[in-house]
């Protein structure tokens, strides 16, 4: 129930700035989907608490508003300016992440706790992580979400 909560938590965070961003730079919501290349409605779920955004629309909206994605989800008070890479397909920087911290996917599935096939399926690129296990994982590094999706070195 944890894990709900925190990520509820993030949901209202993102929403809440995505809003102030937006204000500050006098777009609303159709304006910044048309600028980032989704639909609206993704844009007005998040802003409504629907849902959180996928890894895609996260990333998009932090490249338009130059911010880091720990800043959209309030994980961070400011957004420092740094220069971001484009991330790698999630499965090679799972493969870095792994070696990085010295760990495997059979400890990830023990401590976080990720189901086999979940990373299985991660490590084939059939799919890539939702934002909550991004968090979860950036949580389980103690590093950025913007290090765990490979956007910073």
Not at 124 to 142: C, E, H, M, Q, T
Request: a negative charge; aromatic letters at 14%; one cysteine or more.
């Amino acid at each position: 129930m944890r894990g709900f909560v925190v990520i509820m938590e993030f949901l209202s965070n993102f929403a809440e700035i995505l809003d102030e961003l937006m204000f500050d730079e006098g777009i609303n919501g159709k304006t910044l989907a048309d600028e980032i290349g989704i639909s609206k409605q993704q844009i007005y779920y998040v802003l409504n608490h629907k849902r959180h955004p996928s890894l895609d629309v996260l990333l998009r909206i932090a490249e338009h508003f130059s911010c880091t994605t720990d800043f959209l989800l309030g994980r961070e008070p400011e957004s420092t300016a740094r220069n971001f890479r484009n991330p790698p397909p999630f499965r090679e920087q799972l493969a870095f992440l792994l070696k990085y911290f010295h760990t495997n996917k059979y400890r990830l599935c023990k401590e976080i706790p990720i189901t086999h096939s979940v990373i299985y399926n991660w490590q084939r690129g059939v799919y890539a992580p939702s934002l909550d296990y991004i968090i979860k994982l950036a949580d389980y590094f103690d590093c950025s979400v913007d290090f765990v999706i490979g956007r910073e070195k």
